[in-house]
């Protein structure tokens, strides 16, 4: 069982659609849990930091985290054509030394 | 703004022969940067922890004969792909660490580099 699971996709989905990106992980040493945007041929943005359980809302996204059930969430609200590309969930246990771990990355597409 | 740069953004070169990329941080000092590859639809892969002033940390099966990584600065990484192949041919991206007082830190990317081999 991989660490990260995520999946691949592609997900299509309308303008104006809400989005649901979804990680599942098997380490619950997992403390910190990233959100990342990729558009094609470009170095991954960081989009949504949290920390623990709970929720994180910045603009349209909104971060979930359950560590009871080992999965996290990434809500889009009103999405757009421009949100189109590959989100990657990471995360990494607590201390300030430990490796970031990456999902494969779920591929978006919002149709105009 | 941009955080990290990366140079070059392409690259083509003949097998066989070197080619070095470069990483920097613009923001802040980064003590630790990290090098990961990606193919094409696939996640990054850790390939090695770049720390300033010591010897780079490589992932398992990652030759460090053949990628070189020196931290020169506090804002400076090169990945230097040795005696480049085919198979060699992907997107280098670097990363970079902040850290805050209460022990947690955030990652960075720089904006890749393709380096394709023919």
């Known amino acids: 069982q991989k660490e990260v699971e995520q999946d691949p996709g592609p997900l299509s989905v309308p303008e104006g659609a809400i989005v649901s990106l979804n990680c599942t992980y098997s380490n619950s040493a997992f403390q910190y849990f990233m959100w990342y945007r990729q558009y094609s041929r470009k170095g991954p943005e960081l989009l949504m930091y949290t920390y623990s359980s709970g929720n994180k809302e910045d603009g349209r996204f909104t971060a979930q985290v359950d560590k009871s059930s080992k999965y996290i969430s990434l809500f889009i609200r009103d999405s757009q054509p421009s949100d189109s590309a590959t989100y990657l969930c990471a995360m990494r246990p607590g201390t300030s030394y430990d490796k970031v771990i990456f999902g494969p990355g779920t591929s978006l597409s919002v149709i105009p | 703004g941009a955080v990290v740069s990366q140079h070059p953004s392409w690259v083509i070169c003949k097998s066989g022969t070197s080619v070095k990329i470069e990483c920097r941080s613009l923001d802040f000092q980064a003590t630790t940067m990290f090098w990961y590859r990606q193919f094409p639809k696939q996640s990054l892969m850790l390939m090695a922890t770049?720390?300033?002033?010591?010897?780079?940390?490589?992932e398992q099966g990652v030759e460090k004969d053949k990628f070189l990584i020196n931290h020169a600065s506090l804002t400076l990484s090169t990945l230097t792909v040795t005696s480049a192949h085919p198979e060699d041919s992907s997107f280098y991206i670097c990363?970079?660490?902040?850290?805050?007082?209460?022990?947690?830190?955030?990652?960075?990317f720089g904006p890749g580099t393709r380096l394709t081999v023919t």
């Open positions: 770049s720390n300033e002033g010591s010897k780079a940390t490589y």
């Open positions: 990363s970079v660490t902040r850290f805050y007082p209460v022990g947690s830190y955030e990652q960075y």
